[in-house]
């Protein structure tokens, strides 16, 4: 099921449910204004973060390509309901064909798993023939996608250009929160390309990935001080 149909269902569910509620109020003697104007200022609330948080830009077919951490691409996956596998080539390439499943677009909407449940539940089931990706073709597919030219759009994410202004600015990791001393390109905790992590923090999208990136690292953490 496509995201916005998922979400279209959720919202009319998130709106009978409302109205529901509402009737009830009045029905027990509440002001009939003031729970129309609370009723009002939910759904109105509802939409503003279903917006803000789940319409997101779609990252483009030569950005794909710069992520080199395997950790990026699975969370690229997860945040677009792709299901990642963990394993770098196989979800680049489920970037690469959701990417090109929406051409022209910058944006895309992507649902959580609880809304898209409360979609399939209330959707009425159309066979959508999916292609079962076989391993042979898998790798036919991988040896035939290059990605064009024009996508290649640069060495940071959007075609952003690198600059010295932009290192020195930065006082800590985007990725993972130390506190940078002096100006470098590359943590000296983690790793992390600064410059990458700082465009790619000027997106919702980044925003999304490096916190999941971030709650990672410290699960992981964790992990190994026990
Ligand atoms: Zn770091």
């Not at 001393?181 to 925003?207: H, I, M, N, Q, W």
Request: glycine share 8%.
């Amino acid at each position: 099921m496509r995201a916005e149909q998922a979400w279209g269902a959720f919202t009319l569910v998130f709106a009978l449910g409302t109205i529901a509620v509402a009737a009830v109020l009045v029905s027990l003697g509440h002001d009939p204004y003031q729970i129309g104007a609370f009723a009002i200022i939910a759904i109105m609330v509802y939409l503003y973060v279903m917006y803000k948080r789940y319409h997101i830009e779609l990252v483009t077919e030569g950005d794909i390509a710069l992520f080199s951490d395997p950790d990026d691409l699975r969370i690229l996956c997860e945040i677009y309901g792709l299901g990642g596998s963990g394993r770098a080539y196989i979800d680049r390439q489920r970037l690469k064909d959701f990417v090109r499943a929406h051409p022209e677009r910058s944006f895309v909407w992507v649902a959580p798993r609880p809304v898209r449940s409360v979609g399939s539940a209330l959707a009425i089931p159309s066979p959508e023939p999916e292609e079962e990706l076989t391993v042979p073709r898998l790798v036919k597919k991988l040896l035939s996608d290059t990605p064009s030219e024009s996508s290649m759009k640069g060495p940071l994410i959007g075609g952003a250009r690198r600059s010295s202004e932009r290192l020195a600015a930065m006082g800590e990791c985007p990725v993972c929160e130390s506190t940078l001393e002096k100006t470098r390109s590359v943590c000296p905790e983690c790793g992390a390309d600064l410059e990458f992590y700082s465009v790619l923090a000027d997106s919702r999208l980044g925003r999304r990935l490096i916190s999941e990136k971030t709650g990672a690292r410290k699960r992981k953490l964790r992990y190994t001080a026990e």
